[in-house]
């Protein structure tokens, strides 16, 4: 309007046109307030709307963050499960020398098994050795006698 840009109602000479510039200014106002208002409706709903858009990322990055933490947390108590179950490198030596001597007690046991002869190869010798006696007696006993 174009009484505004040129200094307002000072300008405006008699009573009729001032009420006319004001009923003009009211109509204008209540046109413009209408808008305003719809204006305003719309921007507080996309306000509103991306509020609750900030509200379901914020709950969506918390899940994820959530579900990271109990993997890091499962992860940290196997790694503590390993550390109590699992015997240090020290009590790995210590086991290894023990196991390693009862192996050399081993294998000196089956070299001397070996080494020796078993009962029945005694026994298949000390009944040769008796027949050997024997025959030998007797060879002794028929060369004096006859």
Known sequence: MFIFKEGGLN???TVEERLATLEAMACFYKSQKGECETKIDLLFKNVQT???SLKEATDLAREGIDFRLAQMNEFRN???DQSTTFFTKAEHILFMDKVNSDI???RESRAKLEGKADQTQLNISLIIGVLGLVLGAVSILHSILG
């Open 11 to 13: 300008k405006i000479s």
């Open 50 to 52: 991306q509020i609750q």
């Open 104 to 106: 050399r007690e081993l």
């Open 78 to 80: 196997a790694l503590k």
